[in-house]
Every structure is written in C-alpha cells, then in structure tokens.
C-alpha cells in the first residue's frame, strides 16, 4: 500500500473515526483504524468498538491499494503534529509503515488487518429516513441531558425516537424529570429505535464537524442503526427493550397554570443555586401568588429571595425543586416565555411553550422540609 494524502484532510478525518475508537478493550485490534487505499483514490478508514462502528471516505493519491490497521493514538498524534503539507505513507511488508513529509519521517508498527471486525456494509436499495442536520443536533440537545447516566438504569440511558407521518419525537428521562420534543416533519415510513444518549451526542458532535450540506439519512432495521451524512457513515447497534410509557407519566391536567420570562426565571435561579445547599438537593422554594413568583432558598452560608413577573391562572401554589433541573430545562428552552402547569405542591410541573406543542419537560418536585 502507497498513498499521499493533505495532513488537514487527514487529520480531520482521524478526528472523526477516532470517536468509535475503544479505550476500555482486551481486543488491541479496537484501539486501531482500519485504513483501505482504493484504487479509485480514495481512502476508506474505519474505527469500532463493536458498539459503534464509524467509516469516512476521504481523497488521497493512491499509487498502491491496500490496508493496514494503526494505532488510532500514535498515528493521530504523529498526523496532527506534522506541517500542512502532503503526507507520503508507504506500507514496507513488515507490518509497519513509513510516514514520511518533506522534513520529518516516522516508521510505525502496524495491527493484522485480518483480526478487525468485519463492519458490514449498508443495503443502499432499503428505506431510510431524512433528517435534516441542525434539526437533529437541536432535538439531541434538548433531551439528552434528562436521560440517565446511570449505566445499570439500561434502557434510561437512551434517547427514544418515534417517527410518524407527520412529527418526529424524541424522549428521554432519568426517574426525576423527562423531556419529550416534537418536530413536524414527513415521512412515508412510521418506526421508532433507542439510541444512547452518549451516542447520540457523538452523532451531534459528528453532524457539526461535517462540511456537506446535505440531509442525514437514517437507516434503521430491529437490531441496528446507520446514519449517513456526506462521506461518514455511523453504524450501530439499537438498545433493546421496551422503553417506559412516557405518555401515562405527563399530566393532562392542572390546577394552576404560570406564564413566565425563560430569561428573567433562568438568572433568578442560577443566583438562587448559590445557596440552594439545603438537604443536599440543590432545593429551591417557589411561591407563585397573584402576578409574583418569589424563588427563595438557603444554607448554613445564608439565604437569597428572588421575585419576577408572571401571569398566573388558578390556585396560588408553593413548591420546591432541584434547582439543577430546572436549569437544565430552561437551557433546553429556545422560547423568551413558557407555561408552567401545577397541580399540586407535590405533584410534578409540567413545562410547555406558551403556544404550540413543540415541547414537555416534566420535573418532579422535592419535598420542602417544615420550617
């Protein structure tokens, strides 16, 4: 194998697979990147964890085709490090390779081709869906933070995606707060999957790293996923299980009903998580009365009260929170204001917009303790 290829080109290439790369493996050949010259010119790397399998095509000169398997970690190292010009990298038969520019020159040992995992291609003639790039980055964003990050809760690590005729919705939860999105978007076939949250956010990081200004497409089967978006593709297994029912968790109805400012609620409660120690929750007091929400919260350091605007329907109410998945939540808010429906002090909020059904975050409240 003989090939010359930009180190830019390269790196940023690396930079991609290496995100399928394991760290945490008994099997050397996982920590490697499958590298394929072809002779059309073009260079095929591929990395997996058997979890994650991720390809990109990139263009080279290719003068001999072939394949080797290096060491994603010294190799992407020795690649960044070097000028940006063309690199010239040369398989010598003894399972190593030359890595030669204008001014420097490495020799690196090299990993049997033969012991990578076979990654298996896409059945291009099967049916997939379109998504849309920035949408996708965007419904990742707003619920990946609520899934749970508690590797035995299995199947609340991951983001559930429900496509439908006419809306897309992704949902996750952890057993305090959930957040469900919704975007209207067409499609003639109906499936949903589970993907982990950690995943998903490496697609985001993936989509945003990608020049190609085209849609992804979604491939999914009962076992599997492939998402393919330009010259990337990212294969990978689906969780399996049955994922809670969300539905019967949101509340349809509520006693009091607030409209208030995203930003004025947000910087009132990051000031009043400074002092929300109290029982080890972050917990903070809201007490919406008439057109004021009074947020209050306090430590053995002291005590803060914050008070805002609101428009309110229904019963007065108190209630306590987290204060960190509030914050989340309202991170997650594109919107200047939105609804917060209550049924009781002990009974979970229910975050909607101020119009429209583009979102619900559920958060559970905490229990304020007697003065």
Not at 13 to 21: D, G, P, Y
Not at 76 to 95: A, C, S, T, V
Not at 270 to 293: F, Q, V, W, Y
Not at 300 to 306: C, M, T
Request: contains cysteine; aromatic residues 6%.
């Amino acid at each position: 194998m003989k090939f010359s290829c930009n180190q830019q080109v390269l790196t940023k290439a690396l930079n991609t697979v290496s995100k399928a790369v394991s760290n945490r493996t008994t099997m050397p050949v996982l920590k490697g990147i499958l590298i394929e010259a072809k002779e059309n010119g073009t260079l095929l790397m591929t990395a997996s964890d058997l979890d994650i399998s991720i390809k990109k095509e990139i263009e080279a000169s290719v003068d001999e085709p072939g394949s080797i398997v290096v060491i994603s970690k010294l190799f992407g190292d020795i690649i960044r490090k070097l000028p940006n010009e063309d690199i010239y990298i040369e398989d010598d038969g003894n399972n190593s390779i030359n890595i030669k520019t204008n001014s420097s020159e490495f020799k690196v040992i090299c990993l049997p081709t033969e012991e990578f995992p076979n990654i298996g291609d896409i059945d291009a003639s099967s049916d997939y869906i379109l998504f849309e790039k920035n949408t996708f980055k965007e419904m990742v964003r707003k619920t990946a933070f609520a899934a749970s990050i508690d590797e035995s809760k299995g199947i609340l690590t991951g983001i559930l995606t429900e496509i439908n005729q006419d809306v897309v919705r992704m949902v996750s939860l952890d057993g305090f707060r959930l957040a469900l999105v919704n975007e209207m978007m067409k499609s003639e076939e109906e499936r949903k999957f589970i993907i982990s949250a950690k995943i998903m956010n490496e697609i985001s990081k993936i989509i945003s790293d990608e020049e190609d200004d085209v849609a992804m497409r979604i491939y999914s089967s009962d076992k599997k996923a492939a998402f393919v978006i330009g010259k990337t593709v990212i294969m990978l297994r689906l969780m399996e299980g049955e994922f809670i029912k969300y539905k019967d968790l949101i509340p349809t109805e509520s006693a009091t009903k607030v409209i208030v400012s995203k930003p004025l609620l947000l910087e009132s409660i990051e000031r009043a998580s400074l002092l929300a120690k109290e029982g080890k929750n972050n917990l903070i007091k809201m007490t919406m009365s008439g057109d004021l929400m009074t947020i209050t919260s306090r430590s053995e350091e002291g005590n803060v009260k914050e008070e805002i605007p609101i428009e309110m329907t229904g019963n007065d109410i108190e209630i306590g929170f987290n204060s960190k998945y509030v914050i989340d939540v309202l991170k997650a808010i594109d919107d200047e204001h939105f609804s917060m429906n209550l049924k009781t002090g002990i009974s979970p909020c229910v975050v909607r917009p101020a119009e429209g059904t583009d979102y619900e975050y559920l958060i559970l409240p905490v229990r304020i303790p007697s003065m």
